[in-house]
């Protein structure tokens, strides 16, 4: 073999080349950039006329040849091998099918290579003939779990969308979903739309935003820039949806018009307004009202009402108006998730200290009375037609026969047993397992607040206002910052060794609540005219099984 410099138009085809179907213009074009970049990286490979004539014939690099051509080179390298007898047909075959593109994964690690050397990523995209845009979209791929950079090294890549959600998702978050999604031995195939759904969350974006940098630093606002959006557009966005919802409720307020009012909006995203305000589609007039929300994108949307006229003068009529509009609605200082985080810390306490905390027999049994009457319990009366299906909780029951089937059972397992009862049916959480009322006064009764975990973590404090995170400060070091932020990081490491209980997450049922409740729940008696006799008894037999049901109920209370 011997080492030439050369001519790219002193060179021959060869007519036994193995491809001969034309390249795609984008190929072409994407060579002639490297070339013009840094030239011919590879020698061509050629071999000396059969005639005995001074020049060469292609063995391999025709395209490299052409290419080299156009882009105007005078000389380039080539190396020169002995001809072979079939004219070197299966050695141009051979290298033709061997000849493989770079998965993304390898090609990423080549770019990762290169910025290492001191490559930019806009002299990369020159030599590649690709966007820079494109150069970034690879590296993302260095925020890849490497188990999932090795199946995807195999050929099994997800798509744009796929790989765009993957990316954005932190290691840990990846690893985990990794665990639940890896392929079997036996189904190598990797199921990118689970792993990828697995990773979503909800995004708000900056350009939705109506709050500026000032608020998005005080709520710890951090954008991330998708680079897989279209370039034409913002495309910043986070994932802290509470943060993002609260800025925009601190916009609204610091924005709301003289004659403004902040409301929600329906299941349907549209606005909820006063009672009997009519809403304004023309141009509003100096009168009418002006309603701001937020809309399920996160967005600030705002429309104009108008209320009823009220005939009354003077300042009678400007009071009744006045007292027809909704006050301007702040943000909540328990967010949803928070109202819902707290409804799973008061059970954890609550079912643990119906295990662990002592509790007389006669409050036990009042404890099961009060269970019952909680609003997620339902019973499979049979006393109509119309049957209640519920949960039923045979286990417990099932602990009170012995090992011959007979209703035999201790005092212990009987505690045990409407322990395990007590933990099944009331429930702080939200939804349709929550208890209601009776859940709260079954907490406060056996002492479970003394059991509610530290809420003094960055998870629940997220879901604070400014002013309730503000006033959590109270009877601590911490003094409120300038950032929520800063707040928020501050009391969760005076917290760290100690114990925060939110006000909204104690027992103590509210008076109001507790007085309707007794009132709404309290039996009436009914009049012996109006009552049913479901046995047919008669009059005599009634009165005496009422003498005897009340004289063993004085009995056992005894």
Not at 77 to 94: I, K, N, Q
Not at 128 to 139: F, Y
Not at 209 to 228: N, T
Not at 483 to 496: G, I, N, Q
Request: glycine share 8%.
């Amino acid at each position: 073999m011997e080492l030439k410099f050369v001519d790219p138009r002193s060179l021959k085809d060869n007519p036994d080349k193995a491809r001969r179907s034309k390249s795609s213009p984008q190929a072409d074009a994407l060579l002639l950039a490297t070339i013009k970049a840094i030239g011919v990286v590879e020698p061509l490979i050629v071999f000396a006329e059969a005639d005995g004539g001074n020049g060469f014939v292609i063995d391999q690099g025709h395209r490299r040849a052409k290419q080299a051509i156009v882009a105007g080179l005078d000389e380039i390298a080539v190396l020169v091998v002995p001809r072979a007898e079939d004219g070197g047909a299966m050695r141009s075959l051979a290298t033709s099918i061997t000849h493989e593109q770079l998965n993304p994964v390898d090609l990423w690690r080549a770019i990762e290579r290169l910025v290492a050397l001191n490559w930019t990523e806009e002299s990369i995209a020159i030599a590649l003939a690709q966007s820079v845009r494109q150069i970034k979209k690879l590296r993302l791929l260095a925020n890849v779990l490497p188990a999932m950079l090795d199946a995807m090294a195999k050929g099994d890549m997800p798509n744009e969308q796929q790989l765009r959600t993957i990316a954005a998702a932190s290691l840990d978050e990846q690893k985990e979903v990794w665990k639940a999604n890896k392929p079997s031995k036996g189904d190598p195939q990797v199921s990118w739309w689970s792993v990828a759904n697995g990773l979503t969350k909800r995004r708000m974006y900056a350009r939705d935003a109506s709050f500026g940098d000032e608020l998005a630093q005080a709520y710890g606002i951090a954008w991330v820039e998708d680079l897989f959006a279209p370039a034409d557009q913002d495309s910043r966005y986070t994932t802290d949806v509470e943060a993002f919802l609260g800025a925009q409720q601190e916009w609204m307020t610091q924005n709301l018009p003289k004659k403004g009012v902040i409301t929600e909006s329906t299941t349907y995203g549209e606005v909820k307004l006063p009672p009997k305000a009519e809403r304004v589609y023309g141009t509003p007039k100096k009168s009418d009202h002006t309603a701001m929300y937020l809309d399920r994108e996160g967005k600030v949307k705002t429309v104009h009402f108008r209320m009823p006229e009220v005939r009354k003068k003077g300042k009678a009529a400007d009071t009744a108006d006045d007292a027809a509009i909704v006050m301007p609605k702040s943000r909540p200082d328990v967010t949803r998730k928070g109202i819902e985080m707290i409804g799973d810390i008061r059970t954890d306490a609550l079912h643990e200290a119906l295990s662990r905390a002592p509790i007389e027999d006669d409050m036990l049994l009042a404890l099961l009375v009060l269970a019952f009457a909680g609003q997620n319990v339902r019973v499979d009366s049979g006393a109509g037609g119309d049957h209640a299906f519920g949960r039923r909780m045979p286990r417990h029951a099932a602990t009170l026969f012995d090992a011959e089937g007979k209703f035999a059972f201790d005092a212990e397992t009987l505690r045990i047993a409407a322990r395990g009862v007590l933990i099944d049916a009331l429930s702080c959480r939200e939804g349709m397992s929550k208890s209601g009322l009776v859940a709260l006064v079954a907490g406060e009764a056996i002492g479970a607040g003394g059991f509610l975990a530290n809420m003094g973590t960055e998870d629940f404090l997220s879901c604070l206002s400014r002013p309730a995170l503000e006033s959590s400060c109270a009877n601590t070091p911490v003094l409120p910052r300038a950032r929520v932020k800063d707040t928020r990081a501050a009391l969760v490491e005076h917290f760290k060794e100690g114990r925060f209980v939110h006000p909204a997450a104690l027992f103590a049922p509210d008076a109001t609540s507790l007085t309707e409740w007794l009132a709404k729940s309290a039996v009436a008696e009914v009049d012996d005219d109006d009552s049913v006799d479901p046995e047919g008894l008669d009059d005599e037999n009634q009165s005496s099984g009422k003498g005897e049901f009340e004289e063993g109920y004085r009995e056992a209370a005894e």
